[in-house]
């Protein structure tokens, strides 16, 4: 999501809080977010050698699931200052949470600073270790965090994720960093399906029909569902593994280069939706407010 231009980012944001009105409430915050990580980009320094895969190397792990670059090691400078610009953004628009932002950040340094070395496979652990650290919200940790760990890796990666073919891969994991996805789209005549990584901003294609979290190609346990005022956005849910991740249909976008990171913060309604139902987010990535979550479930 960080590849693209400011200009871009802000006529998404604009987009996004013309089709889904509870996105107004979080507009300003993520306006904020964006310009100051927009300044930092180009401080991403990338040391091309550690992104050099060879071609039988590549086709290898492709073909037998290993996520390319899950064992790069993401500069822990660069994350510490994104998460300090991040924790300023934050507390200039939610500035009665002051305190909680800079414990926040605080743990978060100490935590990177005790590693040796972070690799791109070890930030959904140190996210759930921040998560249960209860410095903040759980949604708001999410929040937090992805938009650090993306900023930094996705950055970091762009130019290679570009030059890669990923269609050998099969497996419902994001081919480059490992993660699980939280979102995709469906494009084009058939309506295929693309995932399009949280973290580091990979698409890669996926059978419709098949979960990407447990393989099930059981059609009568999966499904989906919408909201009325909004089909865009869609949920399906697997009921072997009880999972959900969310869909959005572009078909009819007029954009071709949507920013799916961005309808996601806008939907977020549709998360706390689907756990209603009993489904967890197959990503493990938290984006329903605990509290909100068991006033719901009362
Ligand atoms: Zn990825
Ligand atoms: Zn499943």
Redesign the pocket.
């Known amino acids: 999501m960080s590849s693209r231009s400011l200009e871009q980012v802000t006529s998404e944001i604009n987009e996004c809080a013309r089709r889904y009105p509870e996105f107004a409430q979080v507009k300003k915050l993520i306006e904020v977010l964006f310009q100051k990580q927009d300044s930092l980009l180009d401080k991403v320094k990338v040391n091309s050698e550690d992104l050099k895969i060879e071609l039988l190397e590549l086709e290898n792990k492709l073909q037998n699931g290993v ?1 390319l670059f899950a064992s790069t090691v993401v500069d822990k400078e660069l994350l510490i200052k994104f998460a300090e610009d991040a924790c300023e953004a934050l507390i200039e628009t939610t500035p009665q949470l002051t305190e909680n932002f800079h414990m926040f950040l605080e743990k978060l340094k100490q935590s990177i600073m005790q590693k040796d070395e972070v690799r791109i496979s070890d930030v959904f652990s140190l996210m759930q270790e921040m998560e249960q650290s209860k410095q903040l919200e759980r949604d708001l940790t999410t929040f937090f965090l992805t938009f650090v760990f993306s900023g930094v ?1 996705a950055t970091s990666l762009k130019d290679t994720i570009e030059s890669i073919d990923t269609k050998l891969w099969e497996k419902g994991i ?6 699980k996805p939280h979102y995709g789209y469906l494009k084009g005549e058939g309506g295929s399906r693309t995932f399009d ?6 698409q890669w294609g996926s059978p419709r029909l098949k979960c990407p979290f447990c393989d099930n190609v059981a059609i009568d346990d999966m499904g989906y569902f919408t909201v009325e005022d909004n089909a865009n956005c869609r949920i399906y849910f697997c009921k072997k593994c009880n999972a959900y991740h969310k869909t959005f249909d572009v078909r009819e976008f007029v954009q071709d280069d949507v920013i799916l990171a961005i309808h996601n913060l806008a939907t977020l309604s549709y998360d706390l939706l689907a756990q209603r139902e009993g489904f967890k987010p197959g990503s493990g990535l938290q984006w329903v407010n605990e509290e909100e979550h068991r006033k719901s479930a009362n």
């Open positions: 996520p890796i994001c081919p480059i960093c490992g993660e990584c949280w973290l580091c901003g990979c």
